[in-house]
């Protein structure tokens, strides 16, 4: 049966970030040895809203396996959850390696083929949400699915600090947020994950989809529904979360 643990860091301690990544990347590698794929990576903990919720103040990622992604409109199985929270973002896909360790702005700008709107539904395996630092990175930054617009739009001329975004469930806004509650920019966002990736010798590859972190709140999920997410100027993306 599928239940929630004790938080890690009685094992780890509340500081010792390295190590849950460590623990991070065990995980990863059962899970390719098991068949999954690695398609790109998430980041956590980008907007204020988020951070305060669990008293968290630095970001952190994790890597997306390919059996993580749907596409608008398709059902998401409820069971593959414990305790799903939703958030309002936007997905690069990448055209060109970031593979050097000052990676910036410019660099991701250039490196980006186009971006999506996107739903994540996040998820932990500790008991409560009752997280540090430690229990998110070693929970893979607590991934666990995410839902891709289908239309893609291009960067030129795109400010993403100032994207507005609403987040509707079954037709009914829940949450509000905008690009720049995200690090500052999505873009921001994803040169500092470049960064810290290539710093540990697994830099962001052509190809690879980034979740680039919430831009407001994450709300919860106790059952079926139907969420939409706007986004001004990059339309929208429908998750349907169904029993199952």
Not at 104 to 115: E, G, K, P
Not at 116 to 124: G, R, S, Y
Not at 132 to 157: E, M, P, Q, Y
Not at 216 to 228: E, H, I, N, S
């Amino acid at each position: 049966m599928r239940t929630p643990c004790a938080p890690v860091r009685d094992l780890l301690g509340t500081t010792d970030v390295e190590s849950a990544y460590g623990v991070q990347r065990l995980i990863a590698s059962e899970r390719i040895a098991e068949g999954a794929r690695i398609i790109g990576a998430k980041i956590g903990l980008t907007a204020p809203a988020v951070q305060r919720q669990f008293g968290v103040f630095e970001p952190d990622f994790g890597v997306l396996f390919d059996d993580m992604v749907f596409c608008h409109r398709q059902p998401v199985p409820w069971s593959r959850f414990l305790q799903p929270r939703v958030e309002g973002e936007i997905a690069f896909v990448l055209g060109r390696d970031i593979d050097h360790p000052g990676a910036s702005v410019v660099d991701v700008l250039r490196a980006t083929d186009f971006v999506l709107p996107a739903i994540e539904i996040v998820d932990t395996r500790i008991a409560g949400w009752d997280l540090t630092i430690v229990d998110t990175v070693a929970d893979n930054a607590s991934a666990g699915a995410v839902v891709l617009g289908t239309t893609a739009h291009r960067l030129v001329g795109l400010d993403l600090s100032r994207i507005g975004m609403v987040l509707e469930r079954d037709g009914e806004p829940v949450t509000h947020g905008a690009g720049h509650a995200c690090l500052g920019s999505p873009v921001a966002a994803v040169a500092w994950l470049a960064r810290e990736m290539c710093r540990r010798g697994n830099p962001l590859r052509a190809g690879d989809t980034v979740m680039s972190g919430a831009l407001g709140p994450m709300v919860g999920l106790d059952g079926a529904g139907r969420f939409r997410l706007r986004l001004d100027g990059l339309g929208d993306v429908e998750a349907t979360i169904e029993r199952d």
